[in-house]
């Protein structure tokens, strides 16, 4: 008998002894070997489900089934108990005109958890008076599972939105309301629909994506067999560890060598490009100024660090904020999403000229996706990202235009920031081609 059939069948004891003021049931895992966490949330037939990987790799959670779901956040910490915690994440533009079939957030109070921190596994349940249901989910719980198969798959088509030359339109008219004074930056975005040859699931691509696309976060979020929304991202919205806030303003990209020299040429000129520095100064700017109502000392690094990723590199500075008693998780959404790294700046303005001329609704996309709890609470932000569904995968990614800002580079560097997904399927793709 396996540790982890021996954990469930210890949790299920628990539930059937438990009482009505208990909320949630722990059990430890001696030991995982060779465990694949991805592998195993594959198999299981309860949904939804989320997965979630810690930048620092330190934690890793599968979440599955609700007890409860929230259509907004605000709600959930009234049936919060100590050491619960509501997973799911807020889209960029759901439930507006221009999207009204994705919803404006989704979090859910899971009942069953599997969860690793550093080398401890443990198995636990939400119960919140409905012990039934949660018996009935860990009895369908799947405890052998076989690895999931590399991806192979062949691209039929690509369709870009915008297209190149619509995108070269966009560029200029942000840069021309730029020097009408309308807004200082705009964060304009693509869609890139691939259509596959064979279908591929969200975990296999989450798994690829785990394997080669390190310090980043991994999230899953899966509400049928059908519709899946997976990323690899290295940014960070926040982390709440009781009063203490960590945010970071990600903005300045440049591509990697292919050379050791040529790797650290680009990152000497990405440190002082003015464009990329300006760029990042936009973003701290407006963290800190959407920060200072809800905070009461603040501290921001002052020189900008390099962030190298697989296939990219970014600038990053990084802000410790000490909060002001009682802010919760929504006030911090409400603050800091969208950041001006993914939509712009001023704010208002910017959505405003991406609601009106993005040729696609974002969806979760540039969104966030995390958790709460009384404790603690972390969000990423949701870029590098990809909606699967069946053969199709719809791919994501977008570039700040500010003064200096040329469509034929932004377009190239969207191209860099989506191959972090897309080279997991092919590493010879000619992205600038649409079928």
Sequence with gaps: MSNLHQAIQALIEKVEQSTTNQHRLSVNIDS??????IDWLEQQPIFPKFYWQSRD???????????????ELAPAYTVLAKDQRIWGGRSFDGNTDKNRRCLSSFFFLPQVELSRFDNQWSLSVNLNSEP???????KKLKVECSSLSPIVANIATIKHFPEKAQWTELVDKVLLGIENLQFDKVVLARRSDIALEQPVSASQLLKASYQKNHHSFHFLLALSPSHAFVGSTPECLYQRIGRELHTEALAGTIGRGETAKQDMELANWLSKDSKNLNENQFVVDDIIERLKPLTQSMDTEMETRLVRLRKVQHLKRNIRCELKPMVRGVELLD???PTAAVAGLPRKEAMEFIYENEPFARGWYAGSMGYVSHEKAEFCV?????LVLNNQLQLFAGAGIVPGSEAEKEWQEINKKMSTLLSLISENLPLNVAS
């Design 382 to 386: 949701a870029i590098r990202s990809a």
């Design 32 to 37: 995982l070997d060779e465990f694949g966490a």
């Design 132 to 138: 039934h249901r949660v018996l009935s989910s860990l």
């Design 57 to 71: 790799t330190r934690e890793e959670v599968i979440a599955l089934g609700s007890v409860r779901t929230f259509s």
């Design 335 to 337: 603050a800091l999403q």
